[in-house]
């Protein structure tokens, strides 16, 4: 089988795998075609849709946190649950 991709994707496969995140350019591939198969057996997402609107206005209205701000309050309220 033959495959032609765009020298956009091309470029984007190629940093990828210079990058270290996919051994070779067949590897990246495979991995976009299982991500593929793996999302069409998931079905109609749709119901998703309300949840992802509500987040995207947060994000834009600045109520979020940075990631390790919460990784951080998570570890204090882990160990003040421990703790009782």
Request: aromatic content about 8%.
């Amino acid at each position: 089988m033959t495959v032609t991709l765009t020298p956009e994707q091309m470029r984007w496969i190629e940093a990828a795998v210079a990058a270290g995140q996919f051994p070779s350019v067949e590897d990246a591939v495979r991995v976009a075609i299982d991500d593929l198969i793996a999302a069409s057996e998931l079905g109609d997402l749709s119901w998703a849709k309300p949840y992802l609107d509500e987040a995207q206005k947060d994000v834009e209205s600045g109520r979020v946190i940075d990631g390790d701000d919460f990784l951080a309050w998570l570890d204090g309220r882990i160990e003040t649950l421990r703790a009782r």
